[in-house]
């Protein structure tokens, strides 16, 4: 199966900030690839779908980037309200795999 | 507009079963297959596996085949997910999602806690 790891576990940031966080694959999913917004006590959001696609009504501060196995989200101009988990998903095969996750966290 | 509605938080004895439901609003049930997802505190997430509510055919993680089942009853447009031997280790909130075709998942439930415990 395939595995799914995300890079760093948590990084901490201030307002204005551009970060950059990673998602690799363990073997070739091409570009499916999405990437979900997960604060505490809600639901997972979709963010971005086959690696770079902006999902409707998501700020163009975040963008996705990559193919193959190295995928990565960046968030430029990070405000408060986007402290959160992001998580990265094979998606389109199963097993639907989710990556462990980053935190980010705002100084 | 899409919804799903999970049902409300369940306490349960250790080698009991728990069914959770999904009840879904909005659009054609039949249309799209239903997921769900498990997310033990403070950890990630977890595709448990989906159905297809038109046919019912199912697909499951290998690693929840002997834990979960997962059913719909298209007359009221609610998906069910039935865990059964249950362990601390399936503590945990369970969604249900939905897949939007091109996308990914767009739409979740509000989630299920659920608590094994004596």
């Known amino acids: 199966n395939i595995v799914m790891t995300q890079s760093p576990k948590s990084m901490s940031i201030s307002v204005g900030d551009r970060v950059t966080m990673n998602c690799k694959a363990s073997?070739?999913?091409?570009?499916?690839i999405a990437w979900y917004q997960q604060k505490p006590g809600q639901s997972p959001k979709l963010l971005i779908y086959?690696?770079?696609n902006r999902y409707t009504g998501v700020p163009d501060r975040f963008t996705g980037g990559g193919y193959g196995t190295d995928f990565t989200l960046t968030i430029n101009s990070v405000q408060a309200e986007d402290a959160a988990f992001y998580y990265c998903?094979?998606?389109?095969?199963?097993?639907?795999?989710f990556g462990g996750g980053t935190k980010l966290e705002l100084k | 507009q899409v919804n799903l509605l999970q049902s409300g938080a369940a306490l349960v004895k250790p080698g009991a079963s728990v069914k959770l439901s999904c009840k879904a609003s909005?659009?054609?049930?039949?249309?799209?297959?239903i997921h769900w997802v498990k997310q033990s505190h403070g950890k990630s997430l977890e595709w448990i596996g989906y159905i297809n509510p038109n046919s019912g055919y199912t697909n499951y993680n290998e690693k929840f085949k002997s834990k979960a089942t997962l059913t719909v009853d298209k007359s009221t447009n609610t998906a069910y997910m039935e865990l059964s031997r249950l362990t601390s280790e399936d503590s945990a909130t369970y969604y249900c999602?939905?897949?939007?075709?091109?996308?990914?998942?767009?739409?979740w439930g509000q989630g299920t806690l659920v608590t094994v415990s004596s």
């Open positions: 998903q094979r998606i389109y095969n199963s097993p639907w795999t």
């Open positions: 909005g659009y054609t049930f039949t249309d799209y297959y």
């Open positions: 073997q070739n999913v091409g570009n499916n």
């Open positions: 086959y690696a770079s």
């Open positions: 999602t939905r897949w939007l075709p091109g996308y990914g998942f767009a739409y």
